[in-house]
């Protein structure tokens, strides 16, 4: 392991631009579920790099596939061809249904390709379309594109002018919707479970009233399914659970299982319109994303899949036991191994006291603790996180209110 003798919190402040609230806490190695600092003390892993670490921490058959990898090729740029991108594109064409895929590096890139080539679609059938409907509550990421359909003013304000003609909507408003989508409207962006917003899933009359006025309109149907997708709610997609039939997908997060790599997915019918050097991504789909990538597909058809299902129920049902006994939580929402608790109250202290405790969880929504632990947690390890997680929001509830 490489470890250094200075203080990495204090070089931080000095060097690193000041864009996030850390916890002051370094990680040093972790295994499975847990994450392990400098002299040793172990910490549950709730939140798994924000859906990141799906496999785990250190799991030792992608750690084996990223070796490999790197001592055979790890990049060659998308200038020739390699063995391991196509591969990938076919096994996410055949879970997603959507025939084709392009390779990135993040949720953002991801999203950012389907926006440009929703209206690409429609600059190539020579009737030029430039509306984006999106979602309150939405989190879509923060490039140009992706930050102008997230819905909270103060991710956008600070960098306006933004891409310009996204008009937002409540997903809770199905005439709302329909009256948002139009004959202008080039695409409508939505996560079937909205993750940074609070951990909301879409309502089945929001999804029936995007289905129906896409048909009508034929604006195209962008799934965003980078956190809620993958398998982490125990089904491969979540979009279909919905009712939801997407035209273009973007995908990140759990896809790399902790290496970097995002996908945008197509339809036959909006890939059509795309031309060589439309886009392009120095870094998208090389050697070692796609090793990993792979090595995370294999895991979720090889039993993963089913296991978030049955961990998910146990977690869920101790979730609700918990809402049951502690007043302060106003809804449990979400599903397989993506929760949020809201609270009648900011969650920050929830979340200090959770890691007092040796429990790593999040805070999204300001209200809302979001649970995204790896989808290899057992029943034992949410056995043993569950009561320190109640004592947290307790100790929380206790406190003075500041
Ligand atoms: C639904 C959704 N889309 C896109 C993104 C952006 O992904 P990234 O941070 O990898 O750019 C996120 C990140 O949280 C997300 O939750």
């Not at 979602?135 to 891409?163: I, N």
């Not at 409508?188 to 309502?203: A, M, N, S």
Request: contains cysteine.
């Amino acid at each position: 392991m490489l470890t250094t003798t200075s203080d990495p919190i204090a070089l931080d402040q000095q060097h690193v631009l000041q864009v996030y609230k850390r916890a002051p806490i370094v990680f040093e190695s972790g295994k499975g579920c847990a994450l392990f600092t400098r002299s040793g003390e172990r910490y549950l892993d709730l939140i798994s790099g924000v859906g990141v670490a799906a496999l785990g921490h250190a799991h030792p058959g992608l750690a084996r596939a990223i070796a490999d990898q790197a001592s055979t090729l790890l990049h060659t740029s998308n200038l020739f061809h390699h063995p391991l991108q196509a591969e990938l594109a076919t096994r996410l064409s055949s879970l997603t249904g959507l025939p084709r895929a392009f390779f990135c590096n993040s949720g953002a890139e991801a999203v950012e390709a389907c926006l440009k080539f929703a209206r690409r679609f429609w600059y190539t059938q020579g009737t030029p379309r430039a509306g984006l409907v999106a979602f309150e509550h939405s989190f879509h990421g923060r490039t140009m594109g992706a930050v102008s359909v997230t819905w909270d003013p103060h991710y956008r304000e600070p960098f306006q002018p933004l891409v310009p003609g996204v008009t937002f909507v409540s997903p809770n408003d199905a005439a709302a919707i329909a009256a948002a989508i139009t004959d202008a409207t080039a695409a409508v962006i939505v996560e079937p479970i909205q993750g940074e917003g609070g951990v909301r899933p879409i309502p089945r009359a929001a999804a029936e009233a995007i289905t129906a006025a896409c048909r009508r309109t034929g604006a195209l149907l962008i799934a965003d399914e980078v956190q809620c997708g993958l398998g982490r709610t125990g089904h491969p997609l979540y979009a279909p659970v919905l009712g939801l039939a997407p035209d273009l997908m973007a995908l990140g997060k759990a896809l790399g299982a902790g290496v970097p790599i995002g996908a945008a997915m197509f339809s036959d019918r909006v890939a059509a319109a795309a031309r060589p050097g439309d886009h392009g991504s120095t870094y998208g789909g090389n050697l070692l994303a796609c090793r990993a990538a792979l090595t995370f597909l294999d895991e979720l058809d090889g039993g993963l899949l089913a296991h978030v299902g049955r961990a998910g129920a146990h977690l869920e049902r101790g979730l609700r036991a918990m809402a049951a006994r502690l007043p302060a939580i106003r809804d449990v929402r979400g599903a397989g191994l993506m929760w949020g608790l809201d609270l009648d109250r900011p969650a920050a202290a929830v979340v200090d006291a959770a890691r007092e405790r040796r429990l790593l969880v999040n805070r999204t929504s300001d209200t809302v603790i979001r649970l995204l632990p790896p989808y290899v947690i057992t029943e034992r390890e949410i056995d043993e996180a569950l009561p320190l997680l109640e004592a947290a929001i307790a100790a929380a509830v206790e406190a003075p209110r500041q």
